[in-house]
């Protein structure tokens, strides 16, 4: 494919800064599309979505805060018929596993015309680092309302590969990939192995979604993000994606990376110290 200027958005969250960083290695042209980036772009000012476009005719669609949240399906619809009319070719849309919204999102995206690629993703490991979970882990007391549930948590890093070969390789056109770690976990396995890699004590506690919400409300998590947080683990992380996908290894010829992995990874920078 003839290099073109890759717009990221997103650009500055846990996959999208990835994914400038490998552009960045393989000297491609791509611009950061978030509300500090230039030109700006912003979700909630759709005045900002022509400009940052300019010019554009790769994108990475990443939507903020995620496409279940109200109101997402029209502002994809929206913004992709932007992006036609922009002379955007090529768009790679960050989805989600189990959420309905999201499978409205990748149909639309789907018939839009462009040349499109999905990463239905399962929950990212580095929710664990890079996410409202960094802090209890520190405290060493993590509760949520997961129980037995198991799910297949997927690394950012790995999201990010597949997201630059369909960015900037050919062969990857009308795919739709299901992302996934290579093996199922509770969220009480996930966190036991975090302390394990860590050499801590971590307490793993499962609360009524009630007892959790007042929990995140004293933590003063917004609430919009609480609203996100209680859909997710009452409508999606219910047990309806305990299964494994192949995305990774039809997208890149590899096994995707363990969460065993990425615990002892991270646990290295010290990022999960007791503070």
């Given at each position: 494919m003839q290099q073109t200027t890759v717009l990221i958005l997103g650009g500055t969250g846990k996959t999208g800064r990835r994914i400038a960083q490998l552009l960045e290695a393989k000297n491609r042209v791509y611009r950061v599309g978030s509300r500090s980036g230039s030109p700006a772009f912003d979700w909630e000012a759709p005045a900002t979505w022509k400009p940052a476009l300019e010019g554009v005719a790769t994108v990475y669609l990443s939507y903020?805060?995620?496409?279940?949240?109200?109101?997402?399906?029209?502002?994809?619809?929206?913004?992709?018929?932007?992006?036609?009319?922009?002379?955007?070719?090529?768009?790679?849309?960050?989805?989600?596993r189990g959420e309905p919204e999201a499978q409205a999102c990748e149909e639309i995206v789907m018939d839009s015309g462009l040349e499109w690629t999905i990463l239905r993703c399962a929950w990212f490991s580095q929710n664990f680092s890079e996410g409202y979970l960094l802090e209890p882990l520190q405290a060493g007391f993590v509760a949520l309302p997961a129980g037995g549930m198991r799910e297949p948590f997927?690394?950012?890093?790995?999201?990010?590969?597949?997201?630059?070969?369909?960015?900037?390789?050919?062969?990857?056109?009308?795919?739709?990939?299901?992302?996934?770690?290579?093996?199922?976990?509770?969220?009480?396995?996930?966190?036991?192995?975090?302390?394990?890699?860590?050499?801590?004590?971590?307490?793993?506690?499962?609360?009524?979604?009630?007892?959790?919400?007042?929990?995140l409300r004293q933590y003063g998590i917004p609430e919009d993000h609480i609203w996100l947080i209680s859909y997710l683990f009452t409508e999606v992380l219910d047990g309806r994606n305990e299964s494994l996908g192949n995305g990774v290894q039809r997208a890149l010829k590899r096994t995707p990376r363990d969460f065993g992995n990425y615990a002892h990874a991270t646990a290295a920078t010290g990022i999960w110290n007791e503070q």
């Open positions: 903020y805060p995620d496409l279940a949240v109200p109101g997402a399906v029209d502002t994809i619809r929206t913004f992709t018929q932007v992006m036609v009319a922009g002379g955007v070719k090529r768009v790679v849309l960050l989805s989600g997927i690394d950012a890093d790995d999201i990010a590969d597949v997201a630059v070969a369909a960015l900037t390789e050919d062969g990857h056109a009308g795919e739709l990939y299901e992302l996934t770690g290579p093996r199922l976990l509770t969220f009480a396995e996930a966190v036991a192995e975090v302390a394990q890699a860590t050499g801590r004590s971590i307490e793993y506690q499962h609360v009524p979604m009630g007892e959790y919400i007042d929990m």
